[in-house]
């Protein structure tokens, strides 16, 4: 059983290839329809370039540095996403074993009546006041949508693809789309079984919806969902509707899975989570991230209110909803026709969740201010007995609109009280049990008088108190107050500031080093105070020395090779011992051996305000400092940390080469040399450190306002 979808009877589907017959129905432009009987075999379905199988695999790395991004690029790595948490990159098969501290990206695959009627959203529609959805933003995230399709076009708010072209050649996500938010613009008769003539209305068809692309044929990568989620926070959806998942978890939860550890972080930013249990016919646990601890997991029934034999379920499952033979749009560029508007008939816990999202828009559209627990306790609450594998039951939309939530009267509890000192600083973090707003009261004693606070609602609480004298004995006090105004505070506790920090030694860096004569060697003062800081003292300390016939230094640590000999520089700094290191002068090369890349420019040119090509310089020197010309330089040119551009050019006699990037959009430019051939040199394998804002102005920026 293929898990992307369990079955599919389209109004005009032609290449999923999953079904050994199907029937089509087409709505044309006029809002015709005519059903045609299809002949032959089912064309196979071909995978795009996109997602074809490579010498390439995706690797998350948690909590990386720059550094360590510029490392796996030279490696032949690719930046995929910069998550708030994580880095995901795409390397070279042959590179992967060697890379440390990095897990593989994991694929996860798409889940695949009258069923507004068997939820009672109709009578949410119908009702005084009536209630569709209007002025809540729902994301979901999947496979791409028909954006012309007439049902859906005016609910389209935004559009991100973060997995190739933009559109939707599988046709789920357009499905999924429909479910939520389709106009119910046309009656579609069958003869499949399924009732008739019925509309594709969606359960709240005045709801926006933002699409993020996250899923290609072959399924759906974690950075891909995640880098999803972000971005569905982020543009202040109400609601993510998730149709997507791997295989069953068992238990109450699987938090500590990257996926669904990043669909409750969603949920800790106010935002309502709905995910597919799965189909996998499991009665033991459901797929992530629907086992995270804090989304709505959602199972599928028929329209007899029967529980799926496919759908997952297990202490996790938290409601079920219609997913057999549900009836949606369907995406053109799919069905391969896009003079037409297509339909489908499909199955699977893909299209239960799309019932609760709608669900959940309509609550908050009743309940403007209800939270994310209390639009779950009006889903739960409300939801109707089908049997066991239910989990709270199947929803009913008109029960949760009229459900009067139980006010919260919680108090936050706080907990983890951590707050460690500097001379001048002192940093305040708790956490909560619940979403919470943050605020510490401070002062000499417990009548405090100085606050310093963050409105956001968080359960993670960090506050830094600046400013702070030192050696001194501070009174404060924590107070959190969560969404629905219960507020929380500590007793008077107390912290004292540090004593200030004394300088105890100094250091040089490097310990010894090996110069030529008429070369230059560059070294740096480190000093360390009793915390253990540090501080660069290069500019401050006294630089000697032992032999200046040998080899000078000036007042910034740069060390110059006068002759051959071998002498000790001197850093000199108040009453410390002083530092040492040892420096050898070896007499001047005659003939180069090496080159590098000395350093890399950029410049603009071009348009109203010469900054619409971009220019990157890049110059050469040989290791007895002379221009290298005749060198062929390869470079890989990224922007805001993803590649988009590679290049092969030979230097002049000046030794520089500049390549030039037409009609170059604004963004953070950096370059990385991936190649210096130069004729009897060897390259040393350096990008000397780069980068560049580019911001471009606009046309109109400098016209006088009329």
């Not at 309502?272 to 646990?285: K, L, R």
Request: charged share 15%; proline share 5%; aromatic share 6%.
């Amino acid at each position: 059983m293929n898990k992307w979808i369990l079955s599919i009877t389209i109004i005009a589907i032609l290449a999923l290839g999953v079904t050994s017959a199907f029937n089509l129905v087409e709505a044309d432009q006029n809002g015709n329809v005519k059903v045609i009987t299809p002949t032959g075999e089912v064309p196979s379905y071909v995978v795009p370039s996109e997602d074809k199988e490579s010498n390439t695999k995706r690797i998350i790395a948690d909590s990386i540095s720059p550094k360590d991004i510029s490392n796996f690029i030279q490696q032949g790595c690719s930046v995929k996403h910069l998550l708030k948490d994580a880095t995901a990159l795409e390397c070279p098969t042959s590179v992967v074993p060697t890379l440390k501290n990095v897990r593989e990206d994991k694929l996860l695959q798409i889940h695949d009546l009258d069923a507004d009627i068997q939820i009672n959203a109709d009578d949410v529609w119908n009702g005084v006041p009536s209630y569709t959805g209007a002025g809540v933003v729902i994301a979901i995230l999947d496979t791409g949508i028909d954006t012309k399709h007439i049902e859906l076009q005016d609910s389209i708010i935004k559009t991100k693809s973060f997995k190739g072209s933009p559109k939707d050649s599988n046709g789920h996500g357009t499905h999924v789309s429909g479910i939520i938010t389709g106009n119910g613009v046309f009656e579609i008769s069958n003869n499949f079984g399924y009732p008739s003539p019925n509309k594709a209305t969606g359960v709240a068809p005045d709801a926006g919806i933002i699409m993020g692309k996250v899923c290609a044929p072959r399924g759906c990568f974690y950075s891909d969902i995640a880098a999803g989620i972000e971005w569905a926070v982020a543009e202040g959806a109400d609601v993510i509707s998730i149709s997507i998942g791997g295989s069953p978890i068992g238990g109450d939860n699987c938090d500590g899975d990257f996926i669904a550890d990043k669909a409750n972080w969603a949920v800790d930013n106010g935002v309502v989570v709905v995910v597919s249990s799965g189909n996998d016919y499991s009665s033991t646990g459901v797929s992530s991230p629907a086992c995270g601890s804090k989304v709505i997991a959602v199972g599928a029934v028929d329209q007899s209110d029967t529980v799926a034999d496919f759908s997952n379920s297990g202490p996790a499952l938290d409601i079920v909803a219609p997913g057999v033979g549900v009836l949606s749009t369907y995406s053109c560029d799919a069905a391969g026709d896009c003079g037409s508007y297509w339909y489908a008939w499909m199955s699977g816990t893909s299209m239960a969740a799309p019932h609760v999202a709608g669900a959940a828009a309509l609550v908050l559209q009743s309940h403007p201010g209800f939270s994310v627990d209390q639009v779950k306790d009006a889903l739960y609450s409300t939801a109707k007995d089908v049997g066991s594998q239910d989990g709270n039951g199947r929803v009913d939309v008109l029960g949760a609109v009229n459900y009067l939530s139980a006010p919260d009267t919680e108090v936050p509890i706080i907990s983890n009280i951590v707050y460690p000192t500097t001379s001048t600083t002192a940093t305040i973090t708790w956490n909560t049990n619940e979403p919470a707003t943050s605020l510490v009261e401070y002062g000499l004693d417990n009548t405090y008088g100085s606050p310093a606070s963050d409105n956001n609602l968080v359960t993670s609480h960090s506050i830094v108190l600046t400013g702070l004298d030192s050696s001194t004995i501070y009174h404060f006090k924590i107070t959190s107050v969560d969404g629905s105004n219960n507020s929380a505070s500590t007793a008077d506790l107390t912290f004292e500031t540090l004593s200030p920090p004394t300088l105890d030694s100094i250091s040089i860096t490097p310990s010894s080093a090996s110069i030529s004569e008429g070369s230059t060697q560059q070294f740096t003062a480190t000093g360390t105070y009793s915390d253990d800081t540090t501080k660069d003292l290069t500019a401050e300390v006294a630089w000697s020395s032992s032999d200046t016939a040998v080899a000078t230094i000036d007042n910034v640590g740069v060390a110059t090779g006068m002759s051959v000999g071998s002498i000790v520089m001197t850093a000199t700094y108040s009453n410390l011992s002083p530092a040492t290191s040892t420096l050898e002068v070896t007499a001047a090369p005659t003939e180069p051996t090496t080159v590098s890349a000395t350093s890399i420019t950029y410049a603009t040119e071009g348009g109203k305000f010469q900054d619409k090509h971009l220019l990157i310089t890049i110059a050469l020197l040989d290791d007895i400092r002379n221009p290298v010309s005749g060198a062929s330089v390869s470079i890989d040119l990224y922007r805001d940390g993803s590649k988009i551009a590679s290049g092969t050019a030979t230097t002049g006699s000046s030794g520089t080469i500049t390549f030039s990037l037409k009609n170059a959009a604004s963004g953070l430019y950096k370059t990385v040399v991936t190649g210096v051939t130069a004729s009897g040199l060897i390259w040393d394998d350096i990008t000397p450190p780069n980068e560049f804002d580019k911001q471009n102005q606009s046309p109109n920026s400098s016209k006088p306002q009329k």
